[in-house]
């Protein structure tokens, strides 16, 4: 398992803005970011699965980037054009074995957007 550290999360208004980033302390395998709303489950959001290929959930395909830095074992989450229903806490997460599901998770960052 490796540290991760999340940052960028914040309040804004219905069509704006945020860009997170997380930081690992070490290598991983793959990265990706996972949200949760209020009494709502888990949802996976973006993430890299295979080098150079990332995957989104259809909620947010169009509107949300995601991006890495390989130098500082860094990904991002570009956040354009954000609507209410994206409030959630967002939970960076990484693979650093060869697994079906993330081992390592960040302590999440609060996305609020108000309408």
């Known amino acids: 398992q490796v ?3 999340e940052s960028g999360g914040g309040l804004v ?3 704006g803005s945020l860009r997170l980033s997380c930081a690992a302390s070490g290598r991983t395998l793959s990265m990706g970011w996972i949200r ?3 009494e709502q489950e888990r949802e996976f959001v973006a993430g ?3 080098p150079g290929f990332a995957n989104y959930a259809d909620s947010v395909k169009g509107r949300f980037t995601i991006s890495r ?3 500082k074992n860094t990904v991002y989450l570009q956040m354009n054009n954000l609507k209410p229903e994206d409030t959630a806490v ?3 997460a990484a693979r650093t074995i060869v697994a079906p599901s993330y081992d390592s998770w960040g302590q999440g960052t609060q996305v609020t957007v108000s309408s």
């Open 3 to 5: 540290q991760l550290v």
């Open 13 to 15: 208004q219905a069509g």
């Open 36 to 38: 949760q709303a209020p």
């Open 48 to 50: 890299f699965r295979d």
């Open 69 to 71: 830095d390989n130098t």
């Open 90 to 92: 967002y939970y960076c």
